[in-house]
């Protein structure tokens, strides 16, 4: 597994995450994230037991891009309070197909997971089971019938960004889940966790990291 390093001190681990890699284990019994970094880390600093690394938050399998963990709990708790008071920015790029009729714009959604057939869609704000989700969107750029934008979460909801932009009529592109009707099978939807900005755990300034957007198709048209 190739997992390039974007930033690591004593208290954080910041790393590209391949795409189709879960981040956690799951269903699938494959090698996921958190358990081959946990791995690294006791091999590269020689390290005897076991190895603390917090998972803070996650990436859908198939998105690619930054994310951070924690080397100590008292950063984990730290960074979830963060998350918890939305104080962590977390910057998405996505192709997605058309255009938005405006150029920029807040979504506010409800989100209802189908925790059986781990599908989520958009429903009233009465559905008992909704959770609001609210994202901010720019586009950055137009071409070939597809669009660059840039998303800024301001929940942290199950496929939230995928959904928002489908449910807007601008399904991402090569989406197997959200966007079917337009995706062929094997396509690597384009979707990336492009930037993380921070309050140090511990040395409390402001830590940017940023991951490079893929260099292929359809990423490479801009």
């Known amino acids: 597994m190739d997992v390039p390093i974007l930033y690591e001190d004593n208290h954080l681990l910041v790393v590209q995450k391949p795409v189709n890699i879960p981040v956690q284990g799951d269903n699938s019994g494959d090698k996921d994230l958190l358990t081959y970094?946990?791995?690294?880390?006791k091999y590269r600093y020689q390290k005897p037991g076991n190895v603390y690394l917090g998972l803070v938050h996650r990436l859908d399998r198939p998105v690619g891009g930054a994310i951070v963990f924690a080397k100590t709990s008292k950063a984990a708790s730290r960074l979830s309070d963060q998350i918890r008071r939305n104080?962590?920015?977390?910057?998405?790029?996505?192709v997605v197909?058309?255009?938005?009729?405006?150029s920029s714009n807040r979504l506010v959604d409800y989100l209802y997971k189908n925790r059986q057939k781990n599908?989520?869609?958009i429903v009233s704000k009465n559905h008992k089971e909704a959770k609001k989700a609210v994202l901010d969107?720019?586009?950055i750029a137009s071409k070939d019938g597809l669009s660059l934008v840039s998303v800024q979460l301001q929940t942290g909801?199950?496929?939230q960004i995928r959904v928002q932009l489908a449910g807007m009529g601008t399904p991402i592109w090569g989406d197997q889940k959200y966007g079917q009707q337009y995706s062929q099978v094997g396509q690597q939807i384009a979707?990336?966790?492009?930037?993380l900005t921070l309050e140090h755990p511990v040395k409390?300034?402001?830590?940017?990291?940023?991951s490079p957007l893929p260099t292929t198709y359809p990423w490479d048209i801009w």
Do not use: N
């Not at 197909?97 to 405006?102: A, E, I, L, N």
């Open 87 to 94: 104080a962590m920015d977390r910057t998405y790029y996505a």
């Open 119 to 121: 599908m989520v869609s």
């Open 137 to 139: 969107y720019t586009v």
């Open 204 to 210: 409390k300034t402001i830590l940017t990291v940023e």
């Open 37 to 41: 970094l946990k791995e690294d880390i």
């Open 97 to 102: 197909h058309g255009r938005p009729k405006q």
């Open 191 to 195: 979707l990336w966790a492009q930037s």
């Open 157 to 159: 909801r199950p496929h």
